[in-house]
């Protein structure tokens, strides 16, 4: 049987996770944990979807330099295919300091992926796929939001599914949530954390919000951390708790819930077995430094 075919858009970029095994030394060196490889929320996602059976393409724009290297192959390395925007710029970096509750902070050069230009995407929309997931931190950016945009409206006037994850808080309270909400309203799915629920939603409680977005979307997905995850699908809301113990470093876990829970939709399981499955994956990510790749 062949697999279904997902197409994935979003940012390419090299990862440098830091873990301080003592407190910083403001002026000196620090022993730390440094883990250095292939970043970007989309492509954790789409690695995610490629170990779950489905045939994966990824869209991104990077620099024609050793980053850029790196990350197509590790992408190759899971089985996704990637198709790449080369541009005169250098490749996405960001560097993740973790807290010593797994939680963390990043400092994010977007570089190349700012100018993915909307003829690459839709170059490689054309063909057959029945499902595109644009990552939010398309829509986060004036530079790419249009494209972004277009993508999305190709994939539904196509009849295709779509879905979006917002991905960070800060770049939303910026770009502000109506401007976020107005492109990607008309997407089959959103994934959220609760913050980013909330914030988008413009109300506090996680249970108001999924009510509110489960107005604008088909299906909304938000993940609680230690609380687990919630979907609102067809006015219902389904629970399912964390199975994380031992957190080292929560970087890609809501990644890799994302696209577990896509993949387990995408291949005809119901909600609640989605949202089992988003839990493992996220579990599985967290023991270790680093995203899962």
Do not use: K, W
């Amino acid at each position: 049987m062949i697999p279904p075919r997902v197409v994935v858009v979003g940012d390419v970029m090299l990862d440098v996770v830091v873990r301080p095994d003592e407190p910083v030394a403001p002026t000196s060196d620090t022993p730390s944990s440094v883990r250095i490889g292939r970043g970007g929320s989309g492509a954790n996602i789409a690695v995610e979807l490629s170990l779950d059976g489905l045939d994966v393409t990824y869209l991104g724009a990077a620099g024609d330099d050793a980053a850029g290297r790196l990350f197509v192959e590790d992408l190759e390395r899971a089985g996704v295919t990637a198709t790449l925007q080369l541009v005169d710029a250098s490749t996405g970096v960001v560097v993740a300091i973790i807290a010593e509750s797994g939680e963390r902070s990043m400092m994010t050069d977007r570089g190349a992926n700012r100018l993915l230009t909307s003829e690459h995407l839709a170059r490689h929309l054309d063909g057959s796929y029945v499902h595109l997931h644009v990552s939010g931190y398309c829509l986060l950016d004036d530079a790419t939001r249009d494209g972004a945009v277009a993508a999305l409206r190709s994939a539904r006037e196509r009849g295709r599914s779509t879905s979006i994850d917002v991905c960070s808080v800060g770049p939303l309270r910026s770009v502000t949530p109506d401007v976020f909400m107005n492109a990607a309203r008309g997407a089959t799915m959103l994934f959220a954390n609760e913050e980013e629920a909330t914030t988008l939603s413009g109300v506090g409680d996680v249970d108001d919000a999924l009510g509110v977005l489960g107005l604008v979307f088909n299906e909304v997905v938000v993940t609680r951390g230690a609380d687990g995850a919630l979907a609102r699908v067809n006015g219902s809301t389904t629970h399912a708790p964390s199975l994380s113990r031992d957190v080292l470093d929560t970087t890609g876990a809501g990644d890799a819930a994302t696209g577990a829970y896509l993949a387990a939709r995408l291949n005809g399981h119901d909600v609640g077995v989605a949202l089992r499955t988003a839990m493992e994956a996220s579990a599985a990510v967290v023991r270790g430094l680093g995203s899962r790749g």
